[in-house]
């Protein structure tokens, strides 16, 4: 079955650099879009960016544009979220996300739009 697996989080000062990765199997990962969503205590889940199957394409929520890159490396099946400049505004629990199409069929920037999710990894930047 599809298992999407979320590591990297932690605890960090504000101004620090964390990456995630998304370590992902039991699908052809080469062909899928991939996400990054995050949802702080008390709020919903958002969007925070996309990078198409081939890595041609990025999407980036306005709140994370300059600090935050998403990568992939299909010969490893992971996907990453490298996160600069943190600010605790970015405390979250982060979840990556899986679809054939979401950028393709859909905008990619709605849970939604894709099927498979890992179990997050959470976030916590002090101030």
């Known amino acids: 079955q599809v298992q999407l697996v979320e590591s990297g989080g932690g605890l960090v000062q504000a101004g620090g650099s964390l990456r995630l990765s998304c370590a992902a199997s039991?699908?052809?990962?080469?062909?899928?879009?991939m996400g990054w969503f995050r949802q702080a205590p008390g709020k919903e889940r958002e969007f925070v960016a996309a990078i198409s199957w081939s890595g041609a394409s990025t999407y980036y929520t306005d709140s994370v544009k300059g600090r935050f890159t998403i990568s992939r490396d299909n010969a490893k099946n992971t996907v990453y979220l490298q996160m600069n400049s943190l600010k605790p505004e970015d405390t979250a629990v982060y979840y990556c996300?899986?679809?054939?199409?979401?950028?393709?069929?859909?905008?990619?920037?709605?849970?939604?739009?894709?099927?498979?999710w890992g179990q997050g990894t959470p976030v916590t930047v002090s101030s």
């Open positions: 039991g699908l052809s990962f080469s062909s899928y879009d």
């Open positions: 996300a899986a679809d054939p199409g979401a950028l393709y069929s859909g905008t990619g920037f709605r849970d939604r739009e894709y099927d498979y």
